[in-house]
């Protein structure tokens, strides 16, 4: 790798979590533990609807993880909140195993992946800013 081409950046996310029967926030955080030239942190709340407007303004990304939107619909809403206040873009990860996701989420994507690891790391660097 080029040393010009090497993001030293590490990344703030908020990772969707919750009642996760089929343990995608795990399988989630080993696709990211697995690239190990990509830096992360992860920032959580106790409540995400009364989260300081400090705490969200380090935040650099929201992953959501679609399959776990139906038994945690409520931080999904004070995220897309969240999103929508303070400009951070939404990265959707797809269900594990499937295309479909949740229309109310695919409208405030900024970005829609699948479970590839590299395409993963590629649409949190790259997602655009929300409107």
């Given at each position: ?10 990344y703030n996310l908020i990772i969707t979590n919750g009642f996760d ?59 897309l909140d969240a999103s929508e206040k303070y400009n951070i873009p ?42």
């Amino acid at each position: 790798m080029f040393e010009d081409e090497r993001d030293d950046k590490i990344y703030n996310l908020i990772i969707t979590n919750g009642f996760d029967k089929n343990n995608e926030y795990g399988q989630f955080t080993e696709k990211l533990y697995s690239k190990v030239d990509f830096r992360w942190k992860e920032s959580i709340s106790g409540a995400y609807a009364t989260a300081s407007e400090e705490f969200y303004n380090k935040v650099d990304r929201i992953i959501m993880l679609a399959g776990l939107y139906n038994d945690n619909k409520e931080l999904f809403h004070d995220l897309l909140d969240a999103s929508e206040k303070y400009n951070i873009p939404i990265v959707l990860v797809r269900p594990y195993g499937l295309e479909e996701v949740p229309e109310i989420l695919e409208e405030r994507a900024a970005t829609i992946v699948g479970w590839n690891a590299n395409c993963i790391l590629d649409s949190i660097k790259d997602a655009p800013q929300t409107i």
